[in-house]
């Protein structure tokens, strides 16, 4: 066969998804009602839920920030996040993953995630109230996590780029002492859309 | 193109266009690495009334970490309250901590949620760091021995009778 031996390595260079059982996904999600964006395998599942800045915003304005703090996280490119250890059978065991060690690329530029750690000494420079922080700190993914199966939890994650950016994220884990890596493509912030701004209005 | 390129193009296809079933959760209740005595503490009740967590020694407890704006925080609360329900009188308590928010804010959340075990106000959240948890939610069991031996993290349904038969377990460790 020879058209099909020639077909394949193509295929296989524009498909790495299928070929190493990884499966990336986008859509709208159904409770947010906002665009989604999922990488799935063997058994670890990550969702990124683009925020609206004013879904941020008004979320930290009620656990006391005040409206230039809550603008700056709003600002910030938020993604509601869910990370999930869905493994069974043989396949189950502990996931964990490290958020340090994923990778933003965004207009040919390369940073890291805006962390809980990050924020917390910009926090702590501004002296924003105690209740705020508290808030900010359990609202966000946890930096690193180790989940069994089964387990799963939500947070927000921050990537520090302006309302309406796209970037590509290359996230690794960890699974049965295996570092694996997958990068989603395309990811786009959040538009931050306020009527009163709109050309025309 | 030959019948296998063709198939292979189908395959591909299929996988390239695979949407994400949000798979139910496992219910699971994964033993801790590192068994550990659990950190005392004596909060506040959103009822006004002083909870010690060394006076339930001798019953299984179970301890949850939560707050109202988590969304798995309050997917599991209908399904803690009718396993408490279930658990009555067996020897299994419920104690749940809300992390960072005051009365009024749990108060309100009572009106949609309405439940009946202990919802605990750890305002200022000095007893959620004495705990190996990083995110919201995170249960511990804690066995009668006052001895943390399990942990969940992200919701569970509580009432699954495979969890109900777990915690029942617990009480003769």
């Known amino acids: 066969m020879p058209r099909l031996a020639t077909l394949l390595p193509t295929l296989m260079c524009l498909c790495p998804a299928l070929v190493l059982g990884l499966t990336d996904s986008q859509g709208i999600d159904e409770e947010a009602r906002l665009p989604y964006w999922q990488v799935d395998d063997s058994g670890m599942s990550l969702r990124l839920i683009q925020r609206l800045p004013d879904q941020t915003r008004g979320y930290f304005l009620a656990r006391k920030f005040g409206a230039s703090d809550a603008n700056t996280i709003a600002n910030s490119c938020v993604f509601q996040t869910v990370f999930r250890n869905l493994s069974s059978g043989t396949e189950a065991g502990p996931l964990e993953y490290d958020l340090r060690e994923w990778r933003v690329l965004s207009d040919g530029h390369e940073q890291n995630l805006k962390l809980r750690e990050d924020w917390a000494k910009q926090w702590q420079q501004q002296k924003i109230p105690n209740p705020a922080q508290i808030a900010f700190e359990w609202s966000l993914l946890p930096t690193w996590q180790r989940y069994n199966p089964g387990d799963y939890n939500w947070g927000m994650t921050t990537f520090n780029l302006h309302p309406g950016s796209r970037f590509d994220l290359t996230m690794t884990w960890r699974q049965a002492g295996r570092k694996k890596s997958a990068t989603i493509h395309a990811i786009q912030c959040a538009p931050d859309i306020h009527p009163e701004n709109t050309p025309g209005e | ?173």
């Open chain 2, 1 to 173: 193109m030959c019948r296998c390129a063709k198939l292979l193009l189908i395959v591909i296809g299929l996988g390239l266009s695979t949407t994400f079933t949000w798979a139910a959760t496992p219910q699971t209740l994964p033993p801790v690495a590192k068994v550990f005595v659990a950190p005392d503490f004596m909060l506040q009740g959103e009822d006004d009334k002083t909870y010690h967590l060394a006076d339930f020694k001798g019953r299984v407890v179970v301890l949850n970490f939560w707050a109202t704006w988590c969304p798995p925080c309050r997917y599991e609360m209908p399904s803690m309250e009718r396993a408490w329900n279930k658990l009555q009188g067996e020897g299994i308590e419920i104690l749940a901590v809300n992390v960072g928010e005051g009365a009024d804010t749990v108060f309100e959340f009572l009106g949609s949620y309405p439940v009946s075990f202990p919802l605990l106000l750890d305002k200022d959240a000095n007893v959620i760091k004495r705990y190996p948890v990083t995110g919201l939610p995170t249960t511990f069991i804690i066995s009668p021995k006052g001895v943390v031996t399990h942990r969940t993290m992200g919701s569970r349904e509580w009432d699954a009778p495979e969890l109900l038969e777990q915690l029942r377990a617990m009480r003769e460790h």
